[in-house]
T-cell receptor, first 112, second 115 residues
């Protein structure tokens, strides 16, 4: 039972353009969502998060959008840079439960 | 300051052997988590500690898996009688406060290969 799904295993974007990574979830009780970025042989690092009371959160080049009715969130990176090439995981949690539920990840490649 | 440190980075075990994986969280971090990441998948929750108390072990796949954090700092994940399906990267993460929306700081993981 995959509660958090990232349906695109990989994405290739030209440097300077916008990267859009998508994530769907099934559990309507999730109320906090996070994006993590992972380089090879390293652990995931926190990127940005959003509470379910909001529909947008922005931090520099990174913006996360949440559509609760569609149970969908997306991460926008603009402009994309070569250093953004990594695997991106979305994750969800619910109040009262400390654990995060992760998606399968999307490998983003930024081409020069 | 130092991040989350895990050792060893790589471990090869023969099927049936016991292994112990160590995690040194960021100093002062209250919460500590263990996750298992299979190849091509996202991390999956194993267990959670708040200080020395193991508050959630619902993700441990079998009674061969055991975790402890006796003094509320360093944690050890032990796997007894390893099986091939235990091959994965084991990630440890810590956070400053015991709040569900406190971002986790992950270590680089221990890659376990069971032959």
């Amino acid at each position: 039972d995959q509660q958090v799904k990232q349906n695109s295993p990989s994405l290739s974007v030209q440097e300077g353009r916008i990267s859009i990574l998508n994530c769907d979830y099934t559990n309507s009780m999730f109320d906090y969502f996070l994006w993590y970025k992972k380089y090879p042989a390293e652990g995931p690092t926190f990127l940005i998060s959003i509470s379910s009371i909001k529909d947008k959160n922005e931090d520099g080049r990174f913006t996360v959008f949440l559509n609760k009715s569609a149970k969908h969130l997306s991460l926008h990176i603009v402009p994309s840079q070569p250093g953004d090439s990594a695997v991106y995981f979305c994750a969800a949690s619910l109040q009262g439960a400390q654990k995060l539920v992760f998606g399968q990840g999307t490998r983003l490649t930024i081409n020069p | 300051g130092a991040g989350v440190s895990q050792s060893p980075r790589y471990k090869v075990a023969k099927r049936g052997q016991d292994v112990a994986l160590r995690c040194d969280p960021i100093s002062g971090h209250v919460s500590l988590f263990w996750y298992q990441q299979a190849l091509g998948q996202g991390p999956e929750f194993l267990t959670y500690f708040q200080n020395e108390a193991q508050l959630d072990k619902s993700g441990l796949p079998s009674d061969r898996f055991f975790a402890e954090r006796p003094e509320g700092s360093v944690s050890t994940l032990k796997i007894q009688r390893t099986q091939q399906e235990d091959s994965a990267v084991y990630l440890c993460a810590s956070s400053l406060v015991g709040s569900y929306n406190s971002p986790l700081h992950f270590g680089n993981g221990t890659r376990l290969t069971v032959t």
